[in-house]
């Protein structure tokens, strides 16, 4: 099926046409059996698949739709609207076609194949965070061995690995501590084999259907093409670390800021619906009702300008120089802190009905807890906060 977008020249971009109201209901009803069964969505894969949907930040002459960060952003605030776990899974693939884009708009071809199999409908994974590893991207539990042809294996675990049961390339990262300029941070996709074993353990409270499971590497080989980075571990300024963390960033934010929206819409349609049995006036016409939904529109409001400037800027190549990271990780932290905000005050204005482990809300509400813990968590946002304003802390 061909995408509905029109030559990058003259084209226009409609969310709606990428990601109609009947296919997003569709969606919304699997949902629900995905989050009571525990299973993957792969209905839902299918479908955006055809869409041409993993392609969407793809050039057109690879194959793909040529969108820009900021119209994925949108699309996946729309998709997290009625599939959180569908958008937030589908994030992960998008992060790395998304990195591939950062790259190629600095002249670095370096993740082309990446974009030629996402063209192809092949999905990709984030195999990078490990339990305990607060430095995320800076640092590595996993063993990187030289294989001698330039190539890498490696050794150790990973943790919500979405994606799990339908990736067919993972990325990585592990420390090499032998090569004779260790240590050093290796990046590099690997494909499926039996040296990678997935754990049957994903049983959480929200955002069931992402199926991040745990992921152990006994030996994985990436050969040496599929060897992307080889960088001192810290912080880095690297492309490659820049692209990861603000696409991984903005898309997360997208997808929180999109469960927000579809609280929001929930508690106004229930405002309007119910009546008082003491006045018979509908809730919509409640003081107190208005002042909450009046409330949550307010902090709603400001997360979408906020990703479509930031997500524009990655675009469009702005400069923030050491600001970035204070940017990226601020973005992500207020999206998540607002839709949990704003998803607590549906409940209050739907009442008890609510508070069902079949209600949309009740599910969107577990599903909003998963924001915490995504990198940056709110810890470390604070911390690049307090640097990038106060400067670091004096040793």
């Known amino acids: 099926m061909s995408a509905p977008v029109a030559a990058a020249s003259v084209r226009s971009f409609d969310p709606a046409a990428w990601l109609p109201d009947d296919l997003l209901e569709r969606f919304r009803a699997r949902a629900v059996e995905h989050d009571r069964t525990n299973t993957f969505p792969e209905t839902d894969l299918g479908e955006l698949r055809d869409l041409g949907y993993l392609a969407i930040l793809v050039p057109e002459h690879l194959g793909g739709a040529g969108l820009t960060l900021a119209e994925a952003s949108i699309l996946q605030q729309r998709l997290a609207g009625a599939a959180p776990a569908t958008a937030l899974a589908i994030n992960m693939h998008l992060v790395w076609t998304g990195v591939a884009g950062v790259l190629a708009d600095r002249g670095i071809d370096d993740l082309a194949f990446v974009q030629r199999g996402a063209a192809a409908g092949e999905v990709f994974a984030f195999g990078i965070s490990e339990a305990g590893n607060d430095l995320v991207l800076f640092g590595s539990d996993t063993d990187a061995t030289p294989t001698g042809d330039g190539g890498y294996a490696f050794t150790g675990t990973k943790i919500f690995t979405s994606l799990a049961p339908v990736w067919a390339h993972l990325g990585v990262h592990g420390l090499d501590t032998t090569s004779p300029d260790a240590p050093m941070m290796v990046f590099a996709l690997l494909p499926r084999s039996e040296a990678i074993v997935t754990r049957d353990d994903w049983d959480t409270v929200g955002m069931r259907g992402t199926q991040s499971r745990t992921t152990e590497l006994h030996g994985a080989v990436a050969s040496a093409e599929r060897v992307v980075r080889r960088i001192p571990p810290g912080p880095s300024p690297d492309p490659l670390i820049f692209g990861i963390f603000s696409v991984f960033e903005i898309l997360i934010a997208s997808v929180y800021t999109g469960i927000a929206r579809r609280a929001?819409?929930?508690?106004?349609?229930?405002?309007?619906?119910?009546?008082?049995?003491?006045?018979?006036?509908?809730?919509?016409?409640?003081?107190?009702?208005?002042?909450?939904?009046?409330?949550?529109?307010?902090?709603?409001?400001?997360?979408?300008?906020?990703?479509?400037?930031?997500?524009?800027?990655?675009?469009?190549?702005?400069?923030?120089?050491?600001?970035?990271?204070?940017?990226?990780?601020?973005?992500?932290?207020?999206?998540?802190?607002?839709?949990?905000?704003?998803?607590?005050?549906?409940?209050?204005?739907?009442?008890?009905?609510?508070?069902?482990?079949?209600?949309?809300?009740?599910?969107?509400?577990?599903?909003?807890?998963a924001g915490m813990f995504h990198p940056s968590d709110p810890e470390s946002a604070h911390s690049a906060l307090a640097s990038a304003w106060l400067g670091p802390v004096e040793s």
């Open 264 to 369: 929001l819409d929930v508690a106004v349609e229930t405002a309007h619906r119910k009546r008082s049995k003491k006045s018979g006036a509908a809730y919509s016409q409640d003081p107190d009702i208005r002042r909450r939904v009046a409330g949550m529109a307010m902090a709603y409001d400001a997360l979408p300008p906020q990703l479509q400037s930031l997500a524009r800027d990655v675009d469009e190549q702005v400069d923030h120089g050491a600001r970035w990271f204070s940017l990226l990780a601020g973005v992500k932290h207020r999206a998540v802190v607002m839709a949990k905000s704003v998803v607590d005050d549906a409940l209050l204005v739907a009442g008890g009905s609510s508070y069902t482990s079949g209600s949309e809300l009740g599910r969107l509400y577990r599903d909003v807890m």
